[in-house]
């Protein structure tokens, strides 16, 4: 490695490093106490980060060394990959990073101390979703699901704004629109994305079609209104990104009175991974003023890694947690050897598939009576229950994805669009869900990942598909996940150890011995 080389690498760990951490910290303070002071902070720490990055200088040195291929090391060359990445990400002047992190501010403000209203009463958003899970009385549910739209009005057009922004940006680079930059940016080809969603579509159309009818069925008959009578205020979840029970188990009774940190800590524990420093450093339990959201967060590469949740003791809170945890310990276990700007995931679908795999245990035979302690007599006959939801689960939410990521596509090649009726037209075909009659609301700007996370949601998706390519080799190779040591070391050695060392594609290969492929997921949920 010439000297040139190593010496941009070491100026860009040590000036980004200070930044970075200044940037994390600032955003936690904004999660966990929703002050507009805070979110001052955490906007002028994140325009901070982009004008660093930002820089035409760097930027070009980093596409040189790119270009000229001047690392011979490995770990050298996904370095100045890397830097040239995030640069190109960050490629703005002043004005537009200036806009940026404003009309992000004001959203990460609504969003964050947003509390919806019904009949004078302000609500959670833990509050709506146990009206919209529980309640079998339409008028309640219907109230409910209004009101967690109410934040949609208030940012729609701040949204709308913000990605002519980002669009402006991306077009000076000769993109397209920002779509298609984030996902170049992010080592994701779009044409292949596109024809791996268009097969997840039609290989799932068929079985969610059977399993909608089902849903439908068991729907009509607990709100006594026939099925052409349902609206998505009938399905349980705002979005119907989840699916509502329709089996005959409430699997929240077997977590009440339980403690989701307690029953977290033996789950890792069983893999020999160690959470209880990431749960002292967390923020677990609501309040006012909170995001009422959930993340893991990552504050210096160097061992400082929290989780924001809004723990409650039911089955949706566990499985978020052990979620969470998932992308904490994947920070936690990266090799501390590696250089600095290695210390990440390989990449975002890489920590998910991560935190898919731990949070779909609350849905496994062996965890359910090992870890929850549920009776041998009924553990059979939930695990068969909780088996089905989990292929539920899986259909209901690759159809959903297939909502938000082609709203996206389509959402940036023209925010001035009548994107109300794009939604609705979106969701009607992917979901199959009857739209609201003479619903003229911007009912996606209540999704928060549309503003704040963009361009996002297909990494779920494929982080779907990478966990179960890990399931069937920690199978195959260990004898499973709950209780065995010799998984938690699979998973570490294979997965979290490598931090960004590999593009994503290669290190899903170099961890399970193939490329990522589909049908350990498609095996799942036909």
Known sequence: MSQALRTFIQDVETELKPLHINETHAIWEAATTGTPEANERAKKSQAAV?????????????????????????????????????????????????????????????????????????????????????????????????????????????????????????????????????????????DHLARLFLELEEVTSEPFKQLKAEIDHARAERFGITEKELYPWHYGDPFFQSPPEIYDLDMDEYFAEKNPTVIATITYDGIGIEVRDILERSDLYPRPGKDQYAFSLDLDREGDIRTLNNLEPNHCWNTTLLHELGHAIYNKYIDRHLPWLLRIPSHSLSTEAVA???????????????????????????????????????????????????????????????????????????????????????????????????????????????????????????????????????????????????????????????????????????
């Open 50 to 190: 982009l004008r660093f990055w930002a820089d035409m200088d760097r930027f070009t040195a980093a596409k040189q060394f790119l270009e000229e291929g001047m690392a011979e090391e490995p770990q050298d060359a996904r370095q100045i990959q890397l830097i040239y990445l995030s640069a190109a990400k960050s490629q703005q002047d002043e004005e537009t990073i200036d806009k940026t992190t404003q009309l992000e501010k004001e959203i990460r403000q609504a969003y964050t101390n947003y509390r919806a209203q019904i009949e004078g009463e302000s609500l959670s958003n833990n509050d709506l979703a146990k009206i919209l899970a529980k309640s079998d009385n339409s008028d309640k549910v219907h109230q409910a699901w209004e009101a967690s739209k109410q934040i949609g009005p208030e940012v729609a057009e701040i949204i709308r704004e913000l990605a002519k922004v980002r669009n402006q940006a991306a077009r000076k680079q000769g993109y397209r629109d920002f779509f298609q930059k984030s996902l170049v940016l992010n080592e994701i080809e779009e």
């Open 356 to 526: 898919l795999l731990m949070g779909s245990l609350t849905n496994d035979r062996d965890w359910l009576s090992q870890i929850l302690r549920v009776p041998e007599a009924q553990a059979d006959l939930i695990a068969q229950i909780a088996a089905a939801r989990e292929r539920a689960g899986g259909l209901t939410f690759t159809r959903w994805c297939l909502v938000i990521t082609n709203f996206e596509r389509e959402f940036y090649a023209d925010p001035e669009q009548d994107l109300n009726t794009l939604w609705w037209d979106l969701v009607e075909h992917f979901q199959f869900l009857h739209r609201p009659q003479g619903r003229n609301a911007p009912d996606w700007a209540s999704k928060i990942h549309i503003a704040l996370f963009p361009v996002y949601y297909q990494n779920y998706e494929l982080g779907h598909l990478m966990t179960a390519q890990l399931r069937f080799y920690l199978q195959q190779e260990v004898g499973g996940l709950v209780g065995k040591r010799q998984a938690g070391e699979w998973l570490v050695e294979r997965v979290l150890r490598q931090g960004a060392k590999e593009d994503w594609a290669k290190h899903i290969e170099t961890a399970t011995g193939e490329p990522l492929n589909m049908r350990y997921f498609v095996k799942t949920v036909m």
